[in-house]
């Protein structure tokens, strides 16, 4: 029917006739909280590039994990920035490792939230790359059996859910065999399925101290340009035996999470980058948009376009606008 008849104005003329008719809600339960956590006590060191974040120690990430908790969020991810780094990232698979430590703690602080662990070597070389350097790239197969101790180290900490983000091909199968083999088979993994090689990671770098030292992530991560390519990406990571499949980058790769909606049926995670959240912050502090309002709008575009659950440095803002406070 065509105007006069139509006048799709009719249906936004009250406050409460918009939220009778809202497509989408982003709840509470979508979120995820990163947290990044350092050795020592009483650490807190502010991260530049990311106003309201910061490394935190074990005792302050139990804090923070409280109230993570008490603002109603379900699951907080972590991120580990070891004191030795090595060719190999020993430290991430070290039974003492900050991520075990902290996993520990936090499960018996807080049990009821769902502890989930990056599982990626790049905070713990050297070198930087989120692998084993043979010449000037991360082999492969060498690898997966470093991920795969990693991923079993926090599953034997107490860890709820391992999500690794390094994508080399293969290690979503890697880590599934090893974790049934010592007897977790219920464990499950969010894979980080179709992760970009993107820019948008810059100030996540810097609070994780992970930059590349030499050369970029193009070999490992996905060419921002491809979006079929997620497909497969995808496909092969079910195969495997992912229980979820993540998007990263979110807001640049909307696209990409609608895609993978109409095709899968698991449960799609979207992660709401650093650099996604460090432009919001800084537009905000110039005075240039409306902060808050920003957030939220990008939080629902990322539900609009097909996320179930949504990694976000905004968590806890984005939790105490739904209880109004
Ligand atoms: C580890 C990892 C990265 C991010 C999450 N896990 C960095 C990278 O791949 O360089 C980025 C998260 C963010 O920017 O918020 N590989």
């Given at each position: 029917?065509?105007?006069?008849?139509?006048?799709?104005?009719?249906?936004?003329?009250?406050?409460?006739?918009?939220?009778?008719?809202?497509?989408?809600?982003?709840s509470?339960?979508?979120?995820?909280?990163?947290?990044?956590?350092?050795?020592?006590?009483?650490?807190?060191?502010?991260?530049?590039?990311?106003?309201?974040?910061?490394?935190?120690?074990?005792?302050?990430?139990?804090?923070?994990?409280?109230?993570?908790?008490?603002?109603?969020?379900?699951?907080?991810?972590?991120?580990?920035?070891?004191?030795?780094?090595?060719a190999?990232?020993?430290?991430?698979?070290?039974p003492?490792?900050?991520i075990q430590?902290?996993?520990?703690?936090?499960?018996?602080?807080?049990?009821?939230?769902?502890?989930?662990?990056?599982?990626?070597?790049?905070?713990?070389?050297?070198?930087?790359?989120c692998?084993?350097?043979?010449?000037?790239?991360?082999?492969?197969?060498?690898?997966?059996?470093?991920?795969?101790?990693?991923?079993?180290?926090?599953?034997?900490?107490?860890?709820?859910?391992?999500?690794?983000?390094?994508?080399?091909?293969?290690?979503?199968?890697?880590?599934?065999k090893?974790?049934?083999?010592?007897?977790?088979?219920?464990?499950?993994?969010?894979?980080?399925a179709?992760?970009?090689?993107?820019?948008?990671?810059?100030?996540?770098?810097?609070?994780?101290?992970?930059?590349?030292?030499?050369?970029?992530?193009?070999?490992?991560?996905?060419?921002?340009?491809?979006?079929?390519?997620?497909?497969?990406?995808?496909?092969?990571?079910?195969?495997?035996?992912?229980?979820?499949?993540?998007?990263?980058p979110?807001?640049?790769?909307?696209?990409v999470?609608?895609?993978?909606?109409?095709?899968?049926?698991?449960?799609?995670?979207?992660?709401?980058?650093?650099?996604?959240?460090?432009?919001?912050?800084?537009?905000?502090?110039?005075?240039?948009?409306?902060?808050?309002?920003?957030?939220?709008?990008?939080?629902?575009?990322?539900?609009?376009?097909?996320?179930?659950?949504?990694?976000?440095?905004?968590?806890?803002?984005?939790?105490?606008?739904?209880?109004?406070?």
């Amino acid at each position: 029917m065509k105007f006069p008849v139509s006048r799709p104005r009719r249906l936004r003329k009250s406050q409460a006739l918009r939220d009778m008719v809202r497509e989408t809600a982003v709840s509470v339960n979508d979120l995820i909280c990163p947290l990044f956590v350092k050795h020592g006590r009483n650490v807190k060191i502010p991260i530049q590039s990311m106003p309201g974040y910061y490394q935190l120690s074990v005792d302050h990430t139990v804090k923070e994990a409280r109230e993570i908790n008490r603002l109603g969020i379900k699951a907080v991810i972590l991120f580990g920035i070891p004191d030795r780094k090595d060719a190999l990232g020993s430290m991430a698979y070290a039974p003492h490792g900050i991520i075990q430590e902290t996993v520990q703690r936090l499960k018996d602080a807080v049990p009821e939230l769902v502890i989930i662990t990056d599982v990626c070597l790049c905070e713990y070389t050297d070198h930087g790359h989120c692998g084993v350097v043979k010449g000037n790239d991360v082999d492969n197969d060498a690898t997966l059996e470093l991920l795969a101790r990693m991923a079993l180290s926090h599953a034997q900490a107490g860890a709820d859910m391992v999500a690794p983000s390094d994508m080399m091909d293969g290690r979503v199968g890697a880590i599934r065999k090893h974790l049934d083999e010592n007897g977790f088979s219920m464990l499950p993994i969010m894979s980080y399925a179709a992760k970009y090689a993107s820019s948008f990671y810059g100030p996540f770098r810097e609070a994780a101290e992970s930059a590349p030292s030499f050369g970029d992530r193009k070999t490992y991560q996905m060419d921002p340009a491809n979006a079929r390519e997620a497909f497969r990406e995808v496909e092969l990571d079910v195969q495997e035996g992912a229980d979820l499949v993540m998007v990263k980058p979110a807001l640049p790769y909307l696209d990409v999470i609608t895609r993978l909606r109409s095709r899968f049926d698991l449960p799609i995670a979207a992660y709401n980058v650093s650099g996604e959240y460090a432009l919001v912050k800084a537009a905000e502090k110039l005075g240039w948009i409306d902060g808050p309002k920003v957030m939220m709008e990008c939080l629902c575009s990322i539900k609009r376009a097909g996320a179930d659950l949504i990694v976000t440095y905004f968590a806890k803002e984005v939790a105490k606008v739904l209880k109004g406070l």
